[in-house]
Structure formats: C-alpha cells, structure tokens
Nanobody, 123 residues
Framework: VQLQASGGGLVQAGGSLRLSCTAS????????MAWFRQAPGKDREFVAS????????EYADSVKGRFAISRDNARSTMNLQMNSLKPEDTAVYYC?????????????????WGQGTLVTVSS
C-alpha cells in the first residue's frame, strides 16, 4: 500500500486548506485512515480518522468544529478540509492507514504512512 499526501501550503490565520491522501496498491474496504500532524519539536499527534466503509469519524478536540475528514471511494482518496486555521495548526501533516475497524490515536497502530505535507499558518 502506498499513500500520497498533498495540499499543504502557506495560509493566513482564519483561512482554509484542503489536504488529500490518495491510496494505492491494496483494497480498502476494512481499513481506518487517519491524519496526524507533527509540529517542530513536538510528538506526532492524532488529528482525525475515518473508517472507509462505515464512514465513522473521530477528531482530536483541538480541531473539532474546524476540520472535516471525508473519503472519496471512487478515487481511493481521503480528504481533510481545514477551516478557521490557527498558527498552532502549523505542522507537517501525515496520512496513515491501518487495517481493521477500530480507530486509534496511537501512531504505532498504523501500518502504512504517507510522506508529510507542510501546513504553515501565519498570524
């Protein structure tokens, strides 16, 4: 399985960005896909997840109400719509995939990772 993330960039506080992660090389009916982020000098942290079949979603408290995760089954793509961005959202964002039905915030539970995409929010 390969994951390809895209969509990062520079945006002013209050602005929006949309990240995408395209998956290839496998079947994705019973998987959970997620976004994590890592700011300079900090640990990688969970942002949001979605179960591919049930479309059940989970969010970190810090992004609830501002971010929305979705998936496009036909394109094997997961998206993260980020609105009302804050400087503290600045980080490298990673997409990840784990087989199974249980979403988790633990990075060591995910089987595949994409390369990161940098999001910078200026104040």
């Amino acid at each position: 399985v390969q994951l390809q993330a895209s969509g990062g960039g520079l945006v002013q506080a209050g602005g929006s960005l949309r990240l995408s992660c395209t998956a290839s090389g496998g079947t994705f009916s019973n998987v959970v896909m997620a976004w994590f982020r890592q700011a300079p000098g900090k640990d990688r942290e969970f942002v949001a997840s979605i179960h591919w079949s049930t479309i059940n979603t989970e969010y970190a408290d810090s992004v609830k109400g501002r971010f929305a995760i979705s998936r496009d089954n036909a394109r094997s793509t997961m998206n993260l719509q980020m609105n009302s961005l804050k400087p503290e959202d600045t980080a490298v964002y990673y997409c990840a995939l784990r087989r199974g039905t249980i979403a988790t915030v633990r990075t060591d539970r995910y089987d595949y990772w994409g390369q990161g995409t940098l999001v910078t929010v200026s104040s």
